[in-house]
């Protein structure tokens, strides 16, 4: 247990073996043993041969033997034991700090006041002997205390900390885990080297440990939560994830105060808008709304132009939900009715209405919940917005064309890799065919979708480098002839990648031969260094390949091809496409591309 042999402990006193360094306390042990007989310690400190401390449970006692005086020790090393309970009383503190810094999140009204509540909740019921929060000034780029609490918070009077990497300031824990947004874990100042500020002054106040974790507001680091630890190694990874845990509660609630500070902020606008707006809407060219209790309260002159050409007057009292067409009208009647039932603050409405001579237009509107006379009402802003839909669906026509052209460049290039290989016509139009089908299968949407299509008709299209005789030779290749072969994946790339394909398609062109278990070609690539729309033109490329004739083979058919997938699934193909395809074919009953 200390870590001498048999013949360096013999003969030795205990001190002079290491279990006990100080002699007076040995003493006092003896004595005690020779008063009472019998001695027992729950937790004793001793030292092994090579200085390390552990920690024992010793019970010693005296008894003659043989005329002899006999002192027997029986010595427990409880170490790992102690080691263990320390963990779960770290562990048990630290839930209860996550429990009390929730508490504060509910009930504190205030940034000030939730960061004194979680300051204190660290030291008090989570082990900690002090804690405390910075906050970046943007304009120095220094970290100010905003609230602290626990032992020795005067270590923080004077303390400069910046955020920025060129700064002598800037290279501590409190400015490097707000700088990187990466949590700051130091477990013991002596042995680590990191740039803690006042080191003398910190050990005089036994902080041993530190973690300073970057906190948030709406996604953007505005400061850090540091905590001090007076024992080393009190971080592992269980504390670490509740520390995580509770500076991220805590960014939530700085979330939430910035939203309520903006919806205040909102509606202190929105009342103030109203008492004025009068005298600002009535020239306004947007067409001004409010709808109260279902009926019109209010027009300007510019919505009643919109809605019937009449007068404003005409429209007071009617309902609103009649300028809509029949077609729309639920969806506008269901934004209508959240917002004043409060599940929207705002809603942005698209409709098709008919003027009161009958003709027939397009509204965009933005409506929002508001007060008017004192009562809930809702405001809406509108515009006559025909000539812009006519022109957006001009636009989507000419979308329309240019895809129907890019896609009739891309076949071009597919029947001219084609014409170099009679032999596997229609094999890269086969292979987008499927591919499309099991993305569709994964849940792919229809852009994404269209990109498998693209990657699948050209990812053969790097074979344009290889000799039409290799190409349509019908027997077994040499090794240099499948190594040229095997160069078309790179020559696909090559040719594709300096076009600016809104998908990976060269990417996918080089890496649809690489298998799960690095077994591929040509950079051997593993698991999920493999792009996910490479594995997919994988399977579909093998399936397509395995059914149809080549000139070395006739075609293996579509079950020999779904055994190999099957058989692959997980070593050579992505478990998830395979398990596509496999439902495609057995349960869907799709049918090869003809």
């Not at 949407?445 to 990812?459: I, K, N, P």
């Not at 083979?553 to 496999?582: F, K, N, Q």
Request: with cysteine; aromatic share 8%; net charge negative.
């Amino acid at each position: 247990m200390l870590g001498y042999s048999h013949a360096e402990f013999l003969g030795k006193k205990l001190w002079e073996v290491g279990s006990f360094k100080d002699i007076e306390q040995s003493k006092e042990m003896f004595a005690e043993l020779q008063t009472s007989g019998y001695v027992r310690y729950g937790d004793l400190p001793l030292r092994t041969k090579t200085g390390a401390k552990i920690a024992v449970e010793f019970v010693s006692n005296t008894y003659d033997c043989e005329g002899i005086k006999v002192i027997q020790c029986n010595i427990r090393n409880i170490t790992e034991r102690k080691a263990d309970q320390a963990k779960i009383q770290r562990h048990t503190q630290l839930y209860a700090a996550l429990s009390q810094c929730n508490k504060a999140i509910v009930h504190c009204t205030s940034e000030e006041e939730l960061f004194l509540q979680v300051c204190r909740a660290a030291v008090r019921f989570g082990g900690m002997k002090m804690a405390w929060v910075g906050i970046v000034d943007n304009e120095t780029h220094l970290v100010r205390s905003a609230t602290s609490f626990g032992d020795h918070t005067e270590y923080l009077a004077g303390l400069n900390i910046s955020v920025a990497a060129d700064s002598p300031f800037g290279c501590g824990p409190i400015g490097t885990a707000i700088r990187e947004d990466q949590a700051f874990w130091c477990l013991d100042f002596l042995n680590e080297p990191v740039a803690v500020p006042w080191p003398e002054y910190t050990a005089q106040a036994g902080f041993v440990g530190l973690v300073s974790l970057p906190l948030h507001r709406n996604d953007v680091v505005i400061g850090a939560f540091t905590l001090y630890s007076g024992e080393v190694d009190s971080f592992d990874q269980s504390a670490r994830d509740l520390l995580i845990e509770m500076a991220a509660d805590v960014s939530f609630a700085l979330d939430n105060f910035a939203r309520e500070s903006q919806r205040r902020q909102a509606l202190d606008l929105l009342v103030a808008t109203e008492e004025k707006y009068r005298g600002l809407v009535e020239q306004a060219i947007t067409g001004i709304c409010i709808i109260q209790d279902g009926k019109v309260a209010y027009v300007n002159p510019r919505a009643a132009e919109i809605i019937s050409k009449d007068s404003a007057e005409g429209l007071i009292g009617s309902d609103p939900l009649l300028w809509v067409t029949e077609a729309d009208r639920g969806a506008v009647a269901e934004n209508l009715r959240r917002l004043l039932d409060g599940g929207a603050r705002s809603a942005a409405l698209e409709f098709a209405g008919r003027r009161r001579d009958g003709v027939m237009i397009q509204i965009g509107a933005n409506a929002a919940r508001a007060t008017h006379e004192g009562r809930p009402a809702i405001i809406v802003m509108m515009q006559d917005i025909s000539e812009r839909k006519r022109a957006e669906e001009e636009i989507r026509g000419y979308v329309e064309e240019l895809k129907v052209a890019f896609m009739s460049t891309v076949e071009v290039a597919t029947i001219i890799s084609e014409m170099r290989d009679p032999y596997t016509a229609g094999h890269e139009r086969r292979v987008a065919e499927i591919a499309v089908a099991i993305g569709a299968e994964l849940g792919f949407d229809g852009d994404r979708q269209q990109g498998l299509q693209v990657a699948g008709h050209l990812h053969d299209v790097g074979k344009i480098s290889i000799p039409s005789e290799i190409l349509s030779k019908p027997g077994r290749l040499s090794a240099i002839e499948y190594q040229l072969v095997q160069g078309h994946a790179r020559s696909s790339y090559d040719v594709l990648r300096g076009v600016a394909f809104p998908w990976p398609v060269a990417a996918v062109a080089l890496q649809h031969h690489e298998r799960m278990d690095g077994s591929g070609y040509p950079q051997g690539l593993k698991g999920e260094s493999i792009m996910f729309e490479a594995r997919i033109v994988a399977v579909a490329d093998v399936v397509e390949a395995m059914s149809s004739h080549r000139p070395y083979r006739p075609g293996l058919g579509i079950e020999t091809a779904l055994a190999e997938i099957e058989h692959g699934s997980g070593m050579l193909y992505d478990t998830d496409v395979a398990a596509a395809c496999l439902r495609l074919f057995r349960e869907k009953c799709y049918q090869l591309p003809a």
